[in-house]
């Protein structure tokens, strides 16, 4: 078995690393996560009410568990289902995809019925590949990373777009997945010493519906991890705050603008803004926020994300991404060419001494 960084290192007492306090205990044993809790919690509702009652329902249920878990008051129990927190989310989720509205597109087609909307994904999960990843952040691996296809983002340099946007629904090739083999093979991920179980892609967002039902038929005691584009909905963000136990949202532009020039998405920095807020908030708190530092856009987008973080959820970790190369769609068109480039030593040390000046956490995990 693959021995994690905690293992690996004595540095977890003295490093930044101490607000990943409940991802630590989950791995040392000492608690269960926490969709094993909501899977425990009973709610008695009818799966034939209207969408309105269901949701005041999850939103009084919400407050309730929020209470409990964190007076460490719950225990595990074996219920049906249906009758659980989690079957109640599992309710919304479908509901919600039968007009789909899980991110902020709003693209409004019945998935149920295998209409696509922008992120092309039908009904079924479309897993690309899952494997023991050891290319995450330090205090992530060995990370059970299960990478899906499709994207709610068109992001015009993405790294993926052969499992974001350059891939048919249609292929041959395409492994559709059943929420039963989606829990078997995170099970199998955690047997082999994954740390964390680590919805990815693309982006995770449009396949919630089976993520969410995959968790009746799984039960092995490791940490959930939602790794994002984070352009979810309100609604989709109510479902999930306090299921993960792990966040790794993206932050990319400190703008609306540069958000629609470059991944298409109008809304982006309000969106993800209020996302990661709500983490802070109503979630875990126990979030490693990536920044990929782009070149030209230390000024107008990693500075103005910096000071966000420090004045909003100064608790998270950052880490400051020099990863940034030009791909895909971006060294084929003139309209990219700010960006046609890799950042400069000198961008990278201008927006991590920032870090720095802010106060910000950002020095083991990047």
Avoid at 81 to 110: D, M, P
């Amino acid at each position: 078995m693959v021995r994690s960084y905690f293992e690996k290192s004595d540095s977890w007492e003295n490093t930044e690393l101490k607000v990943l306090k409940h991802y630590k205990s989950i791995m040392a044993g000492e608690r269960e996560p926490r969709y094993k809790f909501i899977k425990s919690f009973p709610v008695d509702f009818d799966p034939e009410a209207d969408f309105d009652q269901l949701q005041l329902i999850h939103s009084q249920t919400k407050e309730d568990f929020a209470v409990h878990f964190g007076e460490g008051d719950l225990s595990l129990q074996k219920i049906p289902f249906h009758q659980s927190y989690l079957g109640l989310k599992a309710e919304l989720v479908t509901r919600i995809v039968q007009e789909c509205f899980l991110c902020e597109r709003n693209c409004g087609v019945n998935r149920l019925e295998n209409e696509l909307g922008v992120c092309n994904v039908p009904k079924e999960m479309i897993l690309s590949t899952a494997f023991l990843h050891m290319g995450e952040e330090p205090p992530l691996v060995p990370s059970g990373t299960i990478f899906f296809y499709g994207c709610t983002f068109k992001c015009v340099f993405c790294q993926n777009y052969d499992i974001s946007q350059k891939w048919r629904v249609a292929s041959r090739r395409i492994n559709r997945v059943s929420p039963q083999e989606l829990a078997v093979i995170a099970r199998e991920l955690h047997k082999k010493g994954a740390r964390n179980i680590n919805y990815v892609g693309g982006d995770p967002t449009s396949h919630l519906m089976g993520i969410i039902k995959s968790l009746e038929f799984f039960d092995s005691s490791v940490s959930l991890l939602w790794n994002s584009n984070m352009g979810l909905s309100d609604l989709a963000m109510e479902l999930i705050v306090d299921l993960f136990d792990l966040w790794l949202p993206d932050f990319k532009y400190g703008n609306n603008e540069c958000g629609k020039k470059f991944s298409l998405f109008g809304d982006y920095f309000d969106v993800v803004a209020r996302n990661l807020k709500k983490i802070y908030e109503k979630g875990s708190k126990e979030t490693i926020i990536r920044h990929l530092i782009m070149p030209n856009h230390v000024n107008c987008c990693s500075k103005p994300i910096l000071e966000w973080i420090s004045e909003n959820v100064p608790v998270n970790l950052v880490n400051v991404m020099g990863q940034y190369r030009p791909q895909f769609k971006v060294p084929l068109d003139e309209r990219y060419s700010e960006i046609n480039r890799r950042p400069t030593f000198e961008e990278i040390e201008e927006v991590r001494n920032y870090a720095t000046e802010l106060g910000l956490k950002w020095k083991s995990v990047s």
